[in-house]
């Protein structure tokens, strides 16, 4: 049997809403997204969103899921247990209470451990892998082809040069300063980082919740789990109520 998936329940809410409110909900939305995405999309465009990307078990990568020889965290072998699923990253994300970087943080493990495939898509790989504290601002650029390897060098050297000055200066500054980037591109890549710490529960929104105490941890994803398997079966009983009252068969 198929997994029900947050995702779609999350998205189910939005498509039961009535068509006259939808509309309004698409047109405001899509005027929002251009106005804040149309920079960040120049920038980071790669062929689809990184929230699309399902990552690919490897049979070794099956085979510690089944063993649990390495002692991994929980985390992890939940993260194992989704790509076997063939959840994507939006998916995987959601239904475990996950920040962006938390799922990108144990992705790029994974990878690393050649447990899971590294996406076709490099840009998306390279996105995952600054999200996930891997690589450097710098480092992000030239991989994704914003700057050049002598311009990452220059701006390396010049950083230096400034700190040996008491001139303690970002290398995203330096860059901005000899020409290689605008303040704009900073800006984007740095709020893109910081809105993947974020927690989004469905029913909360965005939530911002400090637990540094792994029992609280615990507690809260139990709690959450029993909620989401609550919603689950109030859409079943709403799907099946509409069904009878359009006269839809099995």
Request: proline share 2%.
């Amino acid at each position: 049997m198929e997994l029900q998936k947050n995702s779609e329940l999350f998205l189910n809410n939005i498509y039961a809403l009535p068509l006259w409110v939808r509309q309004v909900v698409y047109l405001k939305t899509e005027q929002k997204l251009s106005e804040e995405l149309d920079d960040f999309l120049e920038l980071l465009s790669p062929k689809e969103p990184l929230q699309f990307v399902t990552p690919k078990i490897t049979f070794k990568g099956k085979r510690e899921l089944e063993e649990r020889a390495n002692n991994f965290s929980e985390q992890f072998y939940i993260f194992l247990e989704n790509c076997k699923d063939n959840f994507d990253i939006f998916e995987i994300t959601l239904r475990n209470f996950w920040t962006l970087s938390e799922t990108a943080a144990i992705f790029v493990r994974a990878a690393e451990k050649e447990y899971i495939e590294i996406p076709a898509c490099e840009s998306n790989y390279v996105i995952i892998q600054f999200l996930a504290n891997k690589i450097r601002t710098g480092e992000l650029l030239k991989r994704l082809g914003k700057i050049d390897v002598i311009q990452l060098e220059n701006a390396i050297r010049e950083q230096k040069r400034k700190v040996e000055s008491g001139n303690n200066m970002r290398i995203a500054d330096v860059m901005i300063e000899l020409g290689y980037i605008t303040e704009k591109d900073v800006k984007i890549i740095l709020l893109f980082k910081e809105e993947s710490k974020k927690r989004f529960i469905m029913g909360l929104g965005l939530a911002s919740l400090k637990m540094d105490n792994q029992a609280t941890v615990s507690q809260v994803y139990q709690n959450m789990q029993k909620e989401l398997k609550r919603l689950e079966h109030e859409n079943r009983i709403l799907k099946a109520r509409l069904r009878k009252l359009l006269n839809i068969k099995e």
